[in-house]
């Protein structure tokens, strides 16, 4: 076997591939979007750009997976293959400590992370991209809307001094404007494209037999489908009553699509009964997911929704669609009907089957069995695990309701036990269809037909890699079975009609424009380019929000704390409570929007509330909002500022901080009530009280006279003498500290604010 012979890789860890070659060296000269197959070695072209790039260029580069697992399978792969001592090759995620995962990212020359934990580093300072001469954006396809790649490739393009980017998928899907959208986030200049049938790639791949497996449903099965189509019905002619057109052909992203249009037409016109037909779709949308569960998954599965179904609608906050569907006495009866239905979905007699069959010829056999939903998953695990076989459920790490997610540490031990053949059988959801490093997968089995045409080739892809490989496909007759698959085939031809279209336009715009312009692209230059960045503290839970990013880019220093009191701080007296429109009229329902607010105004001398977006008309009576609204403004005294979006929000707070810390002087300070203070920062406090006076000026006092004591006795001469106190705030002191308690209330409020 030809190896690849490079000063930085490894003797004989990597085998010499034409088309890797080629790949490679594109992608060494262009931002590069290269879509192959799974299985075909996207990280080996990712090693041999590094490799190249580590050799020839001082600094570090970043690779970025979206999964954790999927982070430490790169790291160890590079720690195998790269003549780079191990402890220099990181794996970052937030488990990682921030001080710990600062001293790594120092000291490492290839950092593997999540994106997430480099966005929220890169927000709050920890590190920056200058000296970093090359990005792997792995499972490139995500690179779209808010996702974290978006972010850190804008901020990558704006500090580097010499970027360069190689982006890898498998299917970066069929809808060309997100495919666009991908090229522009990741300024992309090339793309390269091989599929399983080009001369170059053809060599290394193994056949794959694809096999459709039909079943009939059951009678038993249909009635219970006929029950809640009743229940869909009843709906469908409310929409109708309401003037809303729709049928039971229209799709989930249609119905999503236009529940969303009249939501907004909703909030603008404040039209009621634009707002029922809202949460009517709601229901549409709950009872066909039901709807589908029969269809696809069996009885089980949807038991396990309608519980969930019940236990959402009884919680406090529980949405309204859910709590009118569980009171419907035809929505009942069908569930009556589905609890006292005891016929198992054929697919998983069929499964078990196809399964058994398959160790029987092959006991060393390794087995996919790709599901939609983690109940399923449990189920066919189980079912199984009762014939012998060594099955295990593969999912991810977030929990769900009474459904625990699985840890980092589980993900990679349930994978080696699956490599070793301890397991034979891995269940997945969705987790398992980016990226895992199985070569020997001989089985691949759809348990239900998927529509998107990115989810199918990554569940196709995870067999006929080392050997040939078999996928089946599990589809119920007469359902929407059928209809996903051939969905996905047809996305699948249009996703490379439209990528070999966009690589030549890529091509021609090559060709005409100046390549510097197009891989550094201008940018708006930051506060910091003008004067002294502005600081705002932002509460860690608002990274999760728009607002913290966009006002990263606009050059602000963000600090990230957990806040005891509102979610930005501005200056020593202005702190902001920013709620989305849904979160202010959540707050109102579950009433603590007032004890938030009092415990702002409690800390800070300029509250602020900040409301985000529309909707606040819809789920409450709008008087109730405007109640609220006037409490807020006139019984607290707390000024009120709408804002459209993120964006908005964000300027506004670089308006006012930028307005207290550089027009007013005033540094910023947390107000916190915390129960362990030191001495010194309880003196500060205590000092920092007095009107006019911050901490600036506290510390200023404290410096000067060593103790509170000397502050109280100090005549205003000896005040005056310390830095930036004139006479006015002199006399505030001397009247605050010399006027007995009980004439204090003669005293004009004037003379001491």
């Known amino acids: 076997m030809d190896y690849v012979h490079h000063p930085l890789i490894k003797e004989g860890t990597v085998e010499r591939r034409s088309y890797q070659i080629a790949i490679a060296a594109t992608a060494l000269m262009h931002n590069t979007l290269a879509i192959l197959p799974t299985g075909l070695g996207k990280t080996i072209i990712a090693l041999l750009v590094i490799a190249s790039r580590l050799h020839n260029k001082d600094g570090k580069v970043l690779v970025l997976a979206p999964t954790k697992p999927l982070v430490e399978q790169h790291a160890e792969f590079f720690r195998r293959t790269l003549k780079i001592p191990p402890n220099q090759i990181v794996a970052l995620s937030g488990e990682i400590p921030p001080e710990k995962r600062l001293s790594l990212w120092k000291n490492a020359k290839v950092v593997v992370s999540t994106p997430q934990v480099i966005e929220n580093d890169l927000i709050t300072g920890r590190i920056t991209l200058e000296d970093v001469i090359h990005v792997t954006f792995d499972e490139a396809h995500r690179a779209v809307g808010n996702y974290s790649y978006v972010f850190i490739a804008k901020t990558y393009f704006k500090q580097a001094k010499d970027p360069l980017v190689l982006a890898i998928t498998a299917s970066p899907g069929s809808d060309i404007e997100r495919i666009r959208e991908v090229v522009e986030n990741l300024h992309i200049e090339e793309i390269e494209i091989r599929t399983e049938f080009d001369p170059d790639v053809k060599p290394y791949i193994h056949e794959k037999k694809i096999e459709w497996v039909k079943v009939d449903m059951p009678k038993e099965l249909e009635e219970v489908r006929n029950a809640f189509k009743k229940c869909l019905e009843l709906r469908f002619k409310r929409l109708e009553g309401l003037g809303i057109a729709v049928n039971s052909n229209m799709t989930k992203k249609e119905l999503l699509a236009l529940q969303e249009a009249l939501q907004s037409e909703a909030v603008e016109t404040g039209d009621q009964r634009l707002f029922e037909a809202v949460s009517v779709l709601a229901e549409v949308l709950k009872i066909q997911h039901g709807i589908e569960l029969i269809e696809t998954q069996g009885l089980d599965a949807l038991k396990h929704y309608l519980k969930r179904l019940v236990i959402e609608a009884k919680s406090k906050g529980g949405s309204k669609a859910s709590k009118n569907i569980i009171v419907d006495p035809t929505f009942r009866k069908a569930v009556i009907k589905a609890l006292k239905c005891e016929v198992d979905h054929p697919k998983l007699e069929k499964l078990k089957e196809i399964v058994s069959d398959q160790l029987a010829k092959k006991p060393d056999s390794r087995i996919i069995v790709f599901t939609n939903f983690r109940d399923t998953a449990d189920v066919i695990a189980k079912e199984l695990r009762k014939i012998g076989i060594k099955a295990v459920r593969f999912v991810g790490q977030a929990n769900r309701a009474e459904d625990r997610g699985m840890k980092q540490r589980e993900q990679i031990e349930v994978l080696e036990k699956f490599r070793t053949g301890e397991i034979n059988v891995l269940v997945a959801t969705s987790v398992g269809e980016e990226g895992l490093d199985i070569p020997e997968t001989d089985l691949v089995v759809f348990y239900e037909a998927v529509p998107s045409e990115i989810r199918a080739i990554q569940r196709k892809g995870r067999t006929g890699r080392a050997r040939e490989g078999r996928i089946v496909v599990l589809v119920t007759k007469g359902t929407r079975d059928e209809a996903y698959y051939w969905i996905s085939l ?171 810390q550089e027009g007013k002087e005033r540094a910023v300070s947390l107000h916190v009530g915390k129960t362990k203070m030191t001495l010194k920062e309880q003196q500060e406090y205590v000092v920092s009280a007095i009107s006019d006076i911050g901490p600036v000026l506290a510390r200023n006092l404290l410096e000067h006279f060593q103790t509170i004591e000397r502050i109280a006795t100090a005549s205003e001469e000896e005040l005056m003498k310390v830095p930036k106190i004139g006479r006015k705030i002199a006399r505030k002191i001397r009247m605050l500290m010399t006027t007995p308690y009980s004439e204090a209330d003669k005293v004009d409020p004037d003379d001491i604010t």
């Open 490 to 660: 047809r996305k699948e031809r249009m996703m490379f009609e439209r990528l070999y279209e966009l690589k030549e336009q890529l091509r021609r715009t090559l060709k005409t424009q100046d390549l510097t312009t197009f891989t550094k692209p201008e940018t708006q230059k930051s506060l910091s380019e003008f004067a002294k960045p502005v600081v705002i503290y932002a509460d860690a839970r608002e990274m999760k929000s728009e607002v913290v990013k966009k006002l990263f880019e606009k050059g602000v220093a963000v600090r990230v704390q957990n806040l005891d009191s509102g979610d930005y701080v501005l200056s020593e007296r202005v702190a902001v409570e920013r709620k989305t429109a849904e979160d202010f009229v959540n707050s109102i329902i579950e009433r603590k929007l007032f004890d938030q607010l009092l415990r702002l105004k409690k800390f800070y001398l300029k509250p602020i509330l900040i409301i985000e977006g529309n909707g606040l008309y819809g789920r409450l009576s709008p008087n109730a909002v405007r109640g609220a609204l006037a409490t807020i403004a006139v019984d607290f005294g707390i000024p009120i500022i709408q804002t459209t979006n993120a964006e908005e929000t964000a300027e506004i707070l670089i308006a006012i901080a930028r307005r207290e």
